[in-house]
């Protein structure tokens, strides 16, 4: 049998259990040019708290007793598709469920020798292809330049600001409490604030004392503002997400924008599904940064489908290190 | 004597009579390699209101006691200075006050024969310059784009609204009032939004169907934020100014800026200070508009300095019909 995780109904703010059902069926059988894919690793992302809502983001919401959309990486163990045989292993939006039937097109093979399974939803997945593109093509960093980035622990945050400074940046993160403090200065990163304990904008001030080159944005809110009062002149703010924002109606919206005016600065939007031309050249790039031991790369894996709800939270709570991972293979 | 508005206090909200000295000097004798300006016309613009904060932005703050400062252009009546002989005109940063010493480094010489005076500290001055760089440089308008520009009555954004019309665009222009919106009409606006009368948002979504490519933005506020609901992909979000919250301390954030994510778009700050070597290409270009008949521009001018703060109030209760203008020779 297929377990599987349908939207019940949408959220207000947080979502709860009685948001999702936790359906079975019977597992699907094949079709011609299909692949079924049994799921071992379901990635958990802020992004999906958007998807959620009955806006159309860049994407379609997720509809109602759909299944909810994830990223996964799981094992080919029934195929109608030469190009993805049993036995091998795919990584794309199979949901989060138990198996996935594919036409196969927008699956992408992975090797699980190369490196372990959830590194292709973490690291060589979507967000560190996020954090690769969003700080080299839209940061356009130059050696020497200072980058803060807001969620410097977490999954996309944690390698841009690691990216960064492979490239010879100064590099300041922001996270909320010591724990994860630490593990920002463990990566290497020059400088760390801790929101949870620090008053950001005399932090920001204080270890950016020339300014703010880039600012790389996972969070929103007040942060945000507190990077574009203290932007250096041609500064690039990079708005990647706001995970402050996702769960009110009420956003906050940036009151320092006109900052961008005094530093002749640019604000833009990035989104990683435009560079997927581009993935495999970057995800090359990043092995060999891993493999040189540049760049580290930890993920938190909770187990079964049916924590589904309590462990996405975590996203919110910040009670996770590193890339959230849900296993649903049993 | 030397009539001239010197600033007395910084304002709360609305700048007041008390916030200004009318003070009365010797005219001031010319030292070598200096001249004396008898201005005639002194440009009142929005960004003056900036500069009275006690907020360094682009450029240091007005002192306290110090004449206002302000673009102006006048007559050299006393020179010891080659470059600018007596009889000549020339434009420049000379202030609120009826005559200036200058050393001439930074006036530029105008010809009143090719256009009237005013129109050097209009259309063929800072405002005509933030238009032309602020749309086609910043902007990067294609033809067949659409392009809503918010002060589309205004000084500024009555050129930006018309260049994008000669480069082939559809000019879209907000305007409070049936007289300003009946005055973008003239112009050659294809439509027009009266956000005394009209819900923007609304109208913006009927005015553009495919959405909005280039947003030029004068106002700030709400307007900024029903812009960035409507942009298309791609689109480019030109912050030139946000006269809606120059007299406030409660900034208004644009709640909307994730949109920006959605439709990869940019919002940059623009200033027209950075294009000074290219003046004077803009400004022949603008010429060969005008004659042509393709650029119109209007002047409101007033009298008088003592009504310098009256008038100066005019610019935020947007009574007022084009670029504000004072006249200060007696």
Avoid at 115 to 125: E, F, K, N, V
Avoid at 141 to 169: F, H, N, P, R, Y
Avoid at 225 to 242: E, K, P, Q, S, Y
Wanted: charged share 25%; aromatic share 8%.
């Amino acid at each position: 049998m297929n377990k599987r995780i349908l939207l019940a109904s949408r959220p207000e703010g947080l979502p709860k259990e009685e948001n999702w059902t936790l359906d079975t069926q019977e597992i699907p059988s094949v079709g011609e040019g299909e692949i079924l894919i049994r799921n071992h690793y379901v990635s958990l992302d802020p992004a999906m708290r958007i998807w959620i809502t009955n806006v159309k983001s860049y994407l379609p919401p997720v509809g109602i007793d759909e299944v909810m959309r994830a990223g996964t990486v799981g094992e080919v163990i029934e195929s109608k598709n030469e190009s993805h045989p049993v036995g091998s292993f795919v990584s794309g939006w199979g949901g989060v469920q138990q198996y996935t039937l594919s036409d196969g097109k927008t699956m992408y093979s992975v090797d699980p020798k190369l490196a372990p399974l959830p590194t292709y939803i973490g690291s060589l997945g979507m967000p560190g292809m996020t954090a690769y593109f969003g700080i080299l093509q839209e940061g356009q960093i130059k050696e020497g330049e200072t980058v803060l980035v807001s969620g410097g622990a977490g999954a996309v945050g944690s390698i841009v600001g690691q990216i960064a400074k492979i490239k010879g940046c100064k590099v300041v993160g922001i996270a909320g409490g010591p724990e994860k403090c630490q593990y920002m200065k463990n990566l290497g990163f020059d400088e760390v604030i801790d929101y949870k304990n620090e008053h950001v904008y005399k932090a920001i001030r204080k270890t950016c004392p020339k300014g703010v080159d880039v600012y790389f944005d996972n969070v929103g809110g007040e942060i945000l503002d507190f990077a574009l009062a203290n932007i250096r002149m041609h500064a690039r703010v990079i708005i990647c997400g706001a995970i402050s924002q996702y769960n009110t109606n009420d956003i906050y919206g940036p009151k320092n924008y006109l900052n961008l005016l005094n530093k002749r600065a640019i604000m833009k939007g990035m989104l990683v599904l435009d560079y997927a031309k581009d993935y495999r050249k970057a995800a090359m790039e990043m092995g060999q940064w891993m493999m040189q031991g540049k760049l580290k790369t930890k993920e938190d894996i909770y187990e079964g489908i049916e924590n589904f709800n309590e462990t996405f939270l975590r996203l919110f709570s910040g009670q996770k290190k590193g890339k959230l991972v849900l296993k649903v293979i049993e």
